[in-house]
Structure formats: structure tokens, C-alpha cells
Nanobody
Framework: QVQLVESGGGLVQPGGSLRLSCVAS????????MGWYRQVPGKQRELVAT???????NYADSVTGRFTISRDDAKNTVYLQMNSLKAEDTAVYYC???????????????WGQGTQVTVSS
């Protein structure tokens, strides 16, 4: 019923920038919190940044000052602008969202399929 599709990943040199996008589609009534997480092989998935429906943002210490999360509710889209990228930012980045399918229904949590970001010279 609901799909989250990420785009914008790729290979970038250290110090470079990338912008990730995630579009939610399906029978959506409203989207609450949205966020980005990342995972490298052998490690747990970790929070990168979140943004509430009211625009409140939260960042992992490792990306504060370099990454910016934003959302466009008219497009059901969340973005992650990544600047000053480092090799340690290399990971699969996943989109996450809490979505309501009806006014009186509780929200459910959804994940995208992930997009690879590789920072290397």
C-alpha cells in the first residue's frame, strides 16, 4: 500500500556533496516523522537525521553541521543534503517514515529499499 523510494546515491570524492531524495507513495492520509538512517556491513543501522511533521530536526553528532534534512509535504518527499562528505559516511542510506493511512488509523512505520553512498577518491 505504501512505498518509499530513495534516489540520489552514488560515488563522490571526499569533500563532495550529494542530495538524497525519498518519495512516499500509496494510500497516504498523512506523514508524521520522516528520517534517514544508514548501515554498513557488519554494523547496526544508525540514525542520521529525522524531521517531524512540524519541521523539528534531529541529527547524529557525526553529521551535525554537514548534513541537512528537509521535507516537502506537498510532494510526500524527504531530502538529505550531504556536504563535506567523508569516507566514513560510506553506507547504504535508508529512508524511514511514520505514515497514517486514514484519519482514525494509527500510524505505521515504513522503510525504503536503500541507496548506496560511497565516498572515495
Amino acid at each position: 500500500q505504501v512505498q518509499l523510494v530513495e534516489s540520489g546515491g552514488g560515488l563522490v570524492q571526499p569533500g563532495g556533496s550529494l542530495r538524497l531524495s525519498c518519495v512516499a507513495s500509496g494510500s497516504i492520509f498523512s506523514i508524521l516523522d520522516m528520517g534517514w538512517y544508514r548501515q554498513v556491513p557488519g554494523k547496526q543501522r544508525e540514525l542520521v537525521a529525522t524531521i517531524s511533521s512540524g519541521g523539528y530536526t534531529n541529527y547524529a553528532d557525526s553529521v551535525t553541521g554537514r548534513f541537512t534534512i528537509s521535507r516537502d509535504d506537498a510532494k510526500n518527499t524527504v531530502y538529505l543534503q550531504m556536504n563535506s562528505l567523508k569516507a566514513e559516511d560510506t553506507a547504504v542510506y535508508y529512508c524511514n517514515a511514520d505514515i497514517k493511512l486514514g484519519k482514525w488509523r494509527p500510524s505505521a512505520n515504513y522503510w525504503g529499499q536503500g541507496t548506496q553512498v560511497t565516498v572515495s577518491s
